[in-house]
């Protein structure tokens, strides 16, 4: 009786969600969470957040390329973003003689501003809710998926016809609802403005994802369309997007208590798994990932530190790799230290005596977590071995991944495919050849794949592919010697050697880098996934009933669906917050926090000289606030993931304040777990923003595109 007591208190006290927590679908606000958000002082009403008919504040917000958010700011056109969401597109038009990466990028009109080749902005501009269409014929576990998937494939074609649109149907509370998403894509998004590393990056791997930070983390796009305004590829005859919404941007100010909204695409959560989720990741996943892009980080840090050409070739690359490794460390650390299993099997324990309570309930519930139970038994078995097959094989070294855009060539030369396909086929990977050796170091992934490989070799003692597995035990677990005698042969690491075999192709089974990558994606194929899908058929079923009996059981919560990069509004306010013990932190950060932490000449700290002017003038403009300080960040409780990195942090008026880019390593358990009392949204001030623009860069053409509230 007593660990039951214990169990339902903490449930009751995990699952009462306040106003700050939750990822609210915009175009479907509750009555309860309108009234949480007038309360806090939003002043919008639901149309002027989402209307489809009309504009609102939904049509200034964009998927921004492949896994970030961004928003409109001027009649015109001009998007921004986070720094380290547009510095892959920065990297490549910096070179040694135009380091745009160290030096920043300020065009100064329209002319100067950089065409991005592959960079897309999606605006979302339909949303309908087909989970009947999605289930229909549906009828047991073992051909769910394929019914599914084949619904999916018809509906979509459908709905799309001939149009120029993207069509998403995602799936919403672990497949009880299906909810289809249409895109008006553009592909014509030109750079303006990057600040130098010293702003941008500033802090970079010692201060990425904590609080206090003191970082501009912001980059400056365009969007052209055609004549008609409608998207387009580029060309110089495109012109400015003439924006149906755009942000007014507010320099007043933030303080404590202030309504703070956040429109954007966040990635993906799990708040509603399980314990045997919380416990394969602190036991299994974040530790594989930790050591795999340790072992890489380290060889990128030695050579980027020793070649400044190397440097700016890797610059993204490294800012990737990190940023998740980063997040394994915190997640791994606060799901433990902030007890999130107990709290899950707290939920699950008081599910099971609600169950349990009812004749009815049981016949639908009670058996559910047996399947579950099984799922993961075999997931427990594969799962750290399946993270070093993709973290330390066929995405560990560079020229490893790339081969694998070769296999479909290569399987039509096994066919005997006519000449005429297989020269279409060499034609369209030119392009990829050429833009993979532009950023690529030989000697670099040399070390990275020979560190991977010995890892992958020494850590993992199942499921290993028969390449890696024999090497070596021929080798005693040292890789250097094969992969340097690989790289001396194989055609994948020379530009000349791949660039004459796609005149000529033949087959590439001899190859042995392609031939390493097919052994690791056999083992994948033929091993691993077939576990994976005998759990899933174990335990999906299970995993959906339990969702939706909780939102059963719960009758008078108000549930939010996960994260999926389908957008989202999520409202708090700006608070400070204690981190620990005697560890009480203010809500905003200054220009004096920036200079204490300089270090001349080091890659994270460093400060350009025209910065460190004007801070010694104190020349902050109308961006001071009453104190004569420039605010850099400051923090607010509301509820993001990654994919809101660059999502507009908007005030109860619809004006932006802000610019959302990371979150609080207090809190790095939060895509499992919302962590009410520490979780923390860290804010680019909107006056930081201007000041950069305005007396950094100097583009006073782009401060007079905008609207500015003072």
Same mark, same amino acid.
């Given at each position: ?22 990822? $609210?679908?915009?175009?479907? =606000? ?15 009403? #639901? ?81 309908? @809710?087909?989970?009947? #269409? ?74 990425? $994802? ?37 942000? +007014? ?16 695409? +966040? ?37 980027? *530190? ?8 890797? &610059? ?33 324990? #008081?599910?099971? &005596? ?24 075999? =997931? *427990? @078995?594969?799962?750290? +071995? ?7 094989? $066929? ?15 290569? @399987? ?64 005693? %677990?040292?890789?250097? &010697? ?5 790289? &001396? ?11 004459? $075999? ?114 010694? #003038?104190? *020349? ?42 990371? %979150? ?47």
């Amino acid at each position: 009786m007593k660990k039951l007591f214990l169990a339902i208190t903490l449930i009751v006290s995990v699952l009462c969600a306040k106003a700050d927590e939750g990822m $609210w679908l915009p175009y479907n =606000l509750s009555g309860q969470s309108l009234a949480e958000m007038q309360q806090l002082g939003c002043k919008l009403t #639901a149309e002027q957040i989402f209307n489809l008919n009309q504009p609102s504040l939904k049509d200034a917000i964009v998927q921004f390329g492949g896994g970030c958010t961004g928003e409109l700011i001027s009649p015109e056109g001009l998007l921004l973003t986070n720094h380290h969401c547009g510095l892959s597109y920065v990297q490549k038009h910096a070179t040694v003689e135009h380091d745009y990466l160290t030096d920043g990028f300020w065009a100064y009109s329209k002319d100067q501003e950089l065409p991005n080749p592959g960079l897309t902005v999606s605006f979302l501009a339909n949303v309908k @809710d087909v989970t009947d #269409a999605v289930l229909e014929g549906v009828t047991d576990e073992e051909t769910r998926s394929e019914v599914i998937n084949g619904n999916i494939e018809k509906l979509t074609k459908e709905i799309k016809g001939d149009r120029d649109v993207v069509v998403e149907i995602v799936e919403f509370y672990s497949g009880n609802q299906y909810i289809m998403f249409e895109y008006d894509v553009y592909r014509d998004v030109r750079l303006v403005c990057c600040p130098p590393w010293g702003i941008g990056k500033f802090g970079a791997d010692t201060d990425n $994802w904590t609080w206090p930070r003191h970082k501009g983390d912001f980059n400056i796009f365009r969007v052209y369309t055609d004549k008609d305004g409608k998207p387009a590829k580029y060309s110089e005859d495109n012109v400015p997007m003439k924006s149906k919404h755009y942000l +007014p941007i507010n320099i007043k100010g933030v303080k404590p208590g202030d309504y703070t909204m956040i429109l954007g695409y +966040p990635g993906s959560t799990d708040r509603y798994s399980t314990s045997y989720t919380v416990k394969n990741l602190i036991e299994s996943d974040c530790p594989a990932i930790i050591n795999c892009r340790t072992t890489k980080l380290n060889q990128y840090r030695r050579h980027m *530190d020793a070649d400044q050409e190397v440097f700016i070739k890797y &610059a993204s690359k490294q800012a990737s790799v990190s940023n998740y490794w980063k997040y394994a460390i915190g997640q791994k650390r606060q799901l433990m230290r902030n007890h999130v299993y107990d709290k899950r099997l707290a939920q699950e324990t #008081a599910f099971q &005596a609600w169950v349990n309570a009812d004749p009815e309930r049981k016949a639908v519930y009670g058996d559910i977590f047996e399947g579950i139970e099984e799922k993961w038994t075999i =997931l *427990d @078995d594969i799962m750290m +071995p399946m993270t070093y097959l993709r973290e330390a094989g $066929w995405n560990g070294g560079e020229a490893v991944a790339f081969s694998r855009r070769f296999i479909r060539i290569n @399987d039509s030369l096994n066919l005997k495919a006519s000449k005429e396909n297989i020269a279409m086929m060499a034609e369209r990977l030119k392009p990829q050849v050429a833009t993979f050796f532009k950023d690529y170091d030989k000697d670099l992934d040399m070390d990275v794949t020979a560190s991977l490989l010995n890892l992958f070799y020494n850590d993992i003692d199942r499921y290993v592919p028969t390449m890696i597995a024999e090497l070596g035990y021929k080798n005693n %677990g040292d890789f250097k &010697a094969w992969v340097k005698d690989a790289f &001396a042969k194989s055609i994948f690491v020379d530009q000349a050697k791949l660039e004459k $075999w796609l005149e000529k192709p033949k087959k590439l089974d001899k190859d042995p880098i392609f031939a390493l990558a097919m052994n690791i994606i056999d083992e994948y194929s033929n091993v691993v996934i077939p576990l994976y899908q005998q759990a899933a058929l174990a335990g999906n079923a299970g995993e959906r009933l339990y969702m939706k009996g909780l939102m059963e059981m719960q009758t008078e919560r108000n549930f939010y669906p996960d994260a999926n990069f389908t957008m989202r509004l999520t409202y708090g306010s700006v608070e400070p917050y204690k981190g620990a013990d005697a560890v009480n932190y203010n809500y905003y950060t200054t220009m004096d926090g920036v200079m204490a932490k300089y270090i001349p000449g080091n890659w994270e700290f460093d400060i350009p000289q025209d910065v460190r002017d004007l801070y010694a #003038a104190r *020349d902050y403009g109308r961006y001071a606030d009453e104190n004569g300080q420039l605010i850099v960040n400051f923090i607010t409780t509301n509820d993001i993931t990654g994919g809101n990195s660059g999502s507009p942090v908007i005030n109860g008026e619809g004006e932006l304040v802000g610019l959302a880019f990371d %979150g609080n390593w207090e809190a790095m358990s939060g895509d499992i777990m919302f962590e009410q009392k520490v979780q923390r949204t860290i804010c680019m001030d909107a006056r930081y923003l201007l000041w950069c623009l305005e007396k950094v860069g100097k583009v006073n053409n782009i401060i007079d595109e905008l609207t500015i509230i003072e």
